[in-house]
C-alpha cells in the first residue's frame, strides 16, 4: 500500500459503503413491497421462509424477522374470515348435489377447518 493514495483509497472505501447501505435499504424496500402483495399468511409464510435461507446482512435479517407480526396479523384477519363464513352458514351449510345433510355439514366444517389449519 502506497500511503500517496491514502485519500483516493478513503474516498473509493466511503464510496464502496454508501453503495452497500443504498442495497441494503433497497433490499429492505423490497422486501415491504413483497409483503404487502400477498393475499395470504401462508404464501407471507413461504416467502419469509424462502428468504430465510439467504445469508444476508443483519439489517436484512431483522427487516424480515418483523414481518413476523405483519402474517400474524394476516393470519388472524383469514381466522376472522373463515369464522364470519361459519357463523353465516352453520345453521344451513351449503352441500353439493346430492349430499346428505349431516355429513355434508361435516364435510363443510372440516373444510373450513383445514383452511385455517394449513397455514399453521
Not at 502506497?2 to 422486501?31: G, H, P
Not at 399468511?41 to 414481518?67: H, V
Not at 353465516?88 to 353439493?96: A, D, E, I, M, R
Amino acid at each position: 500500500f502506497d500511503r500517496r493514495y491514502n485519500a483516493s483509497w478513503e474516498q473509493m472505501m466511503k464510496s464502496f459503503w454508501n453503495k452497500v447501505n443504498e442495497i441494503e435499504e433497497r433490499c429492505k424496500t423490497l422486501i415491504d413491497t413483497s409483503f404487502q402483495k400477498l393475499r395470504s399468511a401462508e404464501g407471507a409464510f413461504d416467502l419469509l421462509l424462502d428468504f430465510k435461507n439467504i445469508e444476508c446482512r443483519k439489517s436484512i435479517q431483522q427487516q424480515m424477522m418483523k414481518k413476523f407480526k405483519d402474517i400474524l396479523v394476516q393470519f388472524g384477519r383469514e381466522i376472522d374470515l373463515v369464522l364470519g363464513i361459519f357463523e353465516q352458514h352453520k345453521n344451513n351449510p351449503p352441500l353439493t348435489k346430492d349430499q346428505p345433510p349431516v355429513s355434508g355439514a361435516i364435510q363443510w366444517s372440516r373444510s373450513l377447518y383445514a383452511r385455517i389449519k394449513h397455514v399453521v
